[in-house]
């Protein structure tokens, strides 16, 4: 596929999204995280943005603004190839940012080498009760909360 032809693609898609955007409701956008992307709508039309849309484009820039810390964290932190997948990938992809998450995948060779590298680094593992034995990876790590 040629550039034109992919940034053709985009800008319909986008445009597609913009359609159903202006028949949902303030609720219906939140209830579904697609605030950031309405509140860039919104604000593209020179419209007023709400309180609530304004809170949820917050979140969406922090949480990029965050992982790319994160990331340089993680990439000092250990050796070799590191394969981030969805959450700021995915992000990057949305005008303006405009998409929230709560946390980032990353694919490495020696996946608990890592683990225990970030944890000598300062992060802490935070007990998930919705991984289980057989889950595909491994605890969740985050920074503390300690002063």
């Not at 394969?83 to 990057?92: D, Q």
């Not at 007990?127 to 985050?142: A, C, E, I, K, V």
């Amino acid at each position: 596929m040629f550039a034109g032809e992919a940034h053709a693609r985009s800008e319909a898609l986008w445009k597609a999204v913009d359609s159903l955007l202006a028949d949902a409701t303030l609720p219906g956008s939140l209830a579904h995280k697609l605030g950031p992307l309405e509140a860039n709508r919104l604000r593209r039309l020179g419209e007023r943005v709400s309180p609530p849309l304004l809170i949820a484009e917050r979140d969406a820039s922090l949480c990029i603004s965050n992982s790319i810390r994160l990331l340089q964290y993680v990439r000092e932190s250990c050796d070799g190839p590191l394969v981030v997948i969805k959450g700021p990938e995915v992000a990057r992809l949305y005008p303006g940012g405009a998409r929230r998450f709560g946390d980032i995948d990353i694919l490495v060779n020696d996946a608990e080498s890592v683990h225990r590298a970030l944890i000598s680094h300062g992060l802490v593992e935070f007990h998930d009760p919705l991984l289980t034995p057989d889950f595909h990876h491994l605890q969740t790590l985050g920074p503390t909360t300690a002063g």
